[in-house]
């Protein structure tokens, strides 16, 4: 019995082992945090987990922060808001659920949190005020309008933007990965042809100059159209193998989440919607 034990102990390091090592790339990827400043008052954090941007009221007496990262990058994003005022009122948006982007809302137990609520028959996992399906929600903010939208199910069973006005910036959260392949989980509410409706909306009904993408570089709206290429292409050569080795050609370079993501498993995801 005891030798059984230790045979199964082993090879569960060596899973647990073999796992790290395929993983590695991708958490080391993520993990990598930088700090954009679009003005004095909004800052930008990519990476750490899902792209970040906080805004801090002119007096510093609140901030706004959207997505809140998870482990070591929650953990820079909570002390970056403490060196500004460690007694401001503190409000998070979530664009979704996914622990990328709202693992660190622990870390500001007494936040008011908005985020989308969920279609019928799921319930929402985050304590906050919600925006129904379909919905807008307005803050006021002292410089500017930020408008939240539910976009309803795409990336997540609740994917939400948030659009500054004045600045024309758009954070996309999941709906645009800048550079990695996306994550397409059925389980996890994703519908990679609702995401490409998604995309079409944001592009017709914002003006966006700066595209702040769930992960990936800050960019522009053109961020939004090549994921939307992305999809249609895929979409289109599902029955040409030919084009279907092109497109892995042309993507190769793309960043992927070892079993959560990369072409192979964006082209059977997006096969069996069909």
């Known amino acids: 019995m005891k030798k059984t034990l230790v045979i199964i102990a082993g090879v569960i390091i060596a899973l647990l082992a073999g796992l790290y090592i395929i993983m590695a790339p991708a958490v080391k990827a993520m993990s990598k945090m930088d700090a954009v400043d679009v003005d004095k008052n909004l800052k930008i954090f990519t990476g750490g987990g899902g792209n970040s941007a906080v805004y801090v009221f002119p007096d510093k007496s609140s901030i706004i922060i959207i997505d809140t990262k998870m482990g070591g990058g929650a953990k820079m ?29 622990k870390l500001f137990p007494n936040a008011a949190v908005i985020t989308g609520r969920y279609d019928a028959g799921r319930q929402n996992t ?130 992927h989440i070892p079993i959560f993501s990369g072409f192979d498993s964006a082209v059977r995801f997006i096969q069996a919607e069909k």
């Not at 808001?81 to 659920?97: L, R």
């Not at 029955?239 to 050609?249: M, Q, S, T, V």
């Open 77 to 105: 994003l909570k002390a970056y808001c403490d060196s500004i005022n460690p007694k401001a009122v503190i409000t998070i948006i979530n664009t979704h659920e996914h622990s990328d982007h709202a693992a660190g809302n």
């Open 126 to 255: 985050l304590k906050a005020t919600l925006v129904d399906v379909g919905k807008t929600y307005t803050i006021k903010i002292a410089d500017d309008e930020m408008e939240l939208m539910n976009m309803g199910a795409a990336h997540s069973f609740s994917d939400t933007t948030v659009y500054f006005k004045k600045r024309k910036l758009l954070m996309t959260g999941d709906l645009v990965f800048n550079g990695w392949h996306p994550v397409l989980v059925k389980m996890g509410g994703a519908n990679a042809g609702k995401w490409i409706a998604d995309l079409d909306y944001l592009m017709k009904n914002y003006d966006i100059k700066t595209a702040v993408p769930g992960h990936g570089e800050v960019s522009d709206v053109k961020i939004l159209q090549a994921q939307k290429t992305y999809f249609v292409e895929i979409k289109t050569a599902l029955n040409d193998p030919a084009r279907l080795k092109a497109l892995k050609e042309k993507y190769k370079n793309y960043k």
